[in-house]
């Protein structure tokens, strides 16, 4: 039988486990499986105009709806082969709309190959189509995102693991980018605090 005291010690330290567990994104493998090698990728931090960027927190701090605002980390180059992308995105506030992010760019090519973005609300699209994705981007919300993309033959995205989004890709150089940052219909101010950061290739 366990004593009162010992029970009441016992409670403080389940607290902070159970908002530890609460806090942390779900476990989760790669989409896909089979075959895929876990990597990690260099990386450099951009911030221009009112984007700011605290460790994984990324924030415009302005409603400017003109000009480069952005705060976003782009990841190393590559090319040929299959490429996978997992992080976890919370939007902890958005007065503004039509953020972006989340980016696969066509570094050899024409630009922003692939944008996921969200509006006011809660809606999640394709920048390039305004296909949407899913309504799971509500201000609060974790939300897991997946990109497999296979040089030269398609590039899927799936949203807390169901997939959402597939198109065909063309050859050439890409590179992983994240952050938040406004479209060219978007402003701000938008905070968003990812997390879980993975990449694969197989």
């Not at 029970?7 to 895929?36: C, D, H, Q």
């Not at 782009?74 to 039509?98: K, N």
């Not at 630009?111 to 189509?129: I, S």
């Not at 799971?136 to 033959?153: C, D, E, I, P």
Request: some cysteine; hydrophobic content about 35%; proline content about 4%.
């Amino acid at each position: 039988m366990v004593s009162t005291s010992t029970y009441l010690r016992t409670l403080p330290l389940l607290a902070v486990l159970g908002a530890s567990l609460l806090a942390a994104p779900p476990a989760a493998a790669e989409m896909e499986p089979g075959g895929w090698v876990s990597v990690s990728p260099s990386y450099l931090e951009q911030e221009r105009g009112c984007g700011q960027i605290d460790g994984l927190t990324f924030r415009l701090t302005c409603a400017t709806a003109s000009g480069d605002q952005r705060a976003e980390r782009r990841y190393a180059t590559y090319t040929g082969g299959t490429r996978q992308f997992e992080g976890y995105f919370r939007i902890s506030s958005l007065s503004g709309t039509r953020i972006s992010l989340k980016q696969t760019f066509h570094e050899s090519g024409s630009g922003p190959y692939f944008m996921l973005a969200v509006e006011r609300g809660g809606r999640l699209y394709a920048v390039h189509g305004g296909d949407t994705l899913s309504g799971a981007g509500a201000v609060g919300a974790t939300v897991r995102v997946n990109t497999v993309h296979q040089v030269g033959g398609s590039h899927r995205t799936y949203i807390n693991g169901s997939l959402a989004h597939t198109a065909s890709s063309p050859g050439g150089s890409f590179y992983d980018k994240f952050g938040a940052y406004r479209t060219n219909s978007g402003n701000g101010p938008a905070t968003v605090v990812w997390s879980g950061i993975r990449f694969w290739r197989k």
